[in-house]
């Protein structure tokens, strides 16, 4: 790649960003006044990284918003410092009212995690959707078409991140307090840009195994 090609690439962004601000600026000349003031999102976005599923722009939203964390395949792993902070500022500080984990058919990651390739140190993670393979393994391997197990291991995957964060001390506390936290699962399908509604959690009643209620004191 020559040196001007890689110019015109990064240069777009900064002209981009100038018509960005002209144009939110152009309607409401108090815009990012506004918005520097403070952020009160309702939303807890987790997703995948994939360029095509940005949180804002499928949703028809705008910056303020959606709190959003993203990662290959939109995992929720107990271990993950990253995504605990995160989710611990956006349920105790921010007090989101929804937490959405979103797949999107098509996922390299839920597709490298079928295969027995290694891919280097993201195999440590992929590990992760493995496990939800070998948990369903019977209901996929009944999809002999390849695209169609992989769209069902991203649905399942979804579903078991949802339950993931129903398991956390986090989640768990927040509904303790009465507080109406609601976590849906969506799958969003990158050939006509529509979301499908999965699962919803919205207390530890359900579906959540008794070994991973926590009980509080106060
Ligand atoms: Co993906």
């Known amino acids: 790649m020559s040196k001007s090609i890689i110019d015109e690439s990064y240069n777009k962004l900064i002209r981009g960003n100038k018509l960005f601000s002209d144009s939110r600026t152009f309607n409401d000349p108090e815009y990012f006044k506004k918005l520097s003031l403070g952020q009160k999102p309702d939303y807890l976005w987790i997703g995948c990284s994939d360029s095509r599923v940005p949180a804002n722009e499928v949703t028809n939203t ?13 995992l929720v792993v107990h271990t993950d410092f990253n995504l605990m902070s995160v989710l611990e500022y956006a349920v105790n500080v921010l007090e989101v009212k929804h937490i959405i ?7 390299g990651g839920v597709r490298a995690a079928m295969t027995n390739k290694t891919f280097g140190l993201v195999d440590k993670w992929l590990r992760n959707i493995k ?8 209901e996929l391997e009944q999809i002999m078409d390849i695209d169609k197990r ?14 993931n964060l129903a398991e956390t001390k986090i989640v768990q506390k927040a509904w303790h307090q009465g507080r109406g936290l609601v976590i849906h699962g969506w799958v969003y399908g990158m050939n006509n840009g529509l979301i499908t509604e999965l699962n919803t959690i919205h207390d530890n009643k359900e ?3 008794e070994i991973y209620r926590y009980e509080f004191e106060d």
């Open 62 to 74: 705008e910056s303020g918003e959606i709190f959003v964390h993203r990662n290959i395949a939109n």
């Open 101 to 107: 984990v979103c797949g999107h058919y098509g996922c």
């Open 131 to 138: 496990d939800v393979y070998h948990r369903n393994q019977n």
């Open 150 to 163: 992989s769209d069902r291991l991203t649905e399942l995957n979804v579903m078991q991140q949802v339950k």
């Open 207 to 209: 579906d959540l195994p």
